[in-house]
């Protein structure tokens, strides 16, 4: 069974830190994508990283995807309340299985 | 421009009982896939449909069944509901051809078995 382990499970962190959110896994993806989720929602897609290596930002978030397609990042500059919610990574595994398959997430706090 | 339309948004079943979810993709969007979302946990993938057939599905019995349609909306029906089925159930749809891109997801229809 192919699993994406996401870490931390849980970050509460004052307004203005940085932090980062690690998804990392055995098997290879044709591609990562990041999702964010607010309680009662459904998850809202953020980006895809398709090409090992590459680096995508969204304001104060950057994404990363590893060099080998296992492994990806979101890390947060200058946090602010706003950014607070339930960040999930999910993977596609070739592009004949469109079978996601997902991290358990991060709830993410930032304390004003 | 509506993103993926969910209803009902929330339902309150007795177990052994037969449910059924609805679920209209975004416009432009041709394929559907159901996710299962228990409290806690990221989704899990229950089946995807593309031109009307079930092109995949994931480790769920058959107790879970689904339908699209020409206008591209979809049914997911459960049979026979355990308590263990209560969950949030997420639609989500994807452009053409784009399906490892990226989905829009709907804002779920809350299930709750008693």
């Known amino acids: 069974t192919q699993l994406l382990e996401q870490s931390p499970q849980f970050l509460s962190i004052q307004e203005g830190e940085n932090l980062t959110v690690y998804c990392n896994s055995s098997s290879v993806f044709s591609s990562l994508q990041w999702y964010r989720q607010e309680p009662g929602e459904g998850p809202v897609l953020l980006v895809t990283?398709?090409?090992g290596g590459e680096v995508k930002k969204l304001k104060r978030l950057t994404f990363q995807f590893g060099d080998a397609r296992k492994d990806s990042s979101l890390h947060i500059t200058a946090a602010q309340p706003g950014d607070t919610g339930l960040y999930l990574c999910?993977?596609?595994?070739?592009?004949?299985?469109?079978?996601?398959?997902w991290g358990a997430g991060t709830k993410l706090i930032i304390k004003p | 421009d509506a993103g993926v339309t969910q209803s009902p948004t929330h339902l309150i079943k007795t177990r052994g009982q037969q449910v059924t979810l609805r679920c209209s993709p975004k416009?432009?969007?041709?394929?559907v896939s159901w996710y299962q979302q228990a409290l806690g946990q990221g989704p899990q993938f229950i089946f995807q449909y593309y031109e009307e057939e079930e092109r995949q599905r994931g480790n769920f019995p058959d107790r879970f069944s689904g339908h699209q349609f020409p206008n591209y909306s979809s049914e997911l029906n459960v049979n026979a509901l355990l308590l263990g089925d209560s969950a949030l159930y997420l639609c989500a749809s994807s452009l053409p051809g784009r399906t490892n891109y990226g989905y829009t997801f709907g804002s779920g229809t809350r299930l709750t078995v008693v």
């Open positions: 999910a993977g596609a595994q070739t592009d004949s299985n469109y079978q996601l398959i």
């Open positions: 990283v398709v090409t």
């Open positions: 416009s432009g969007h041709d394929t």
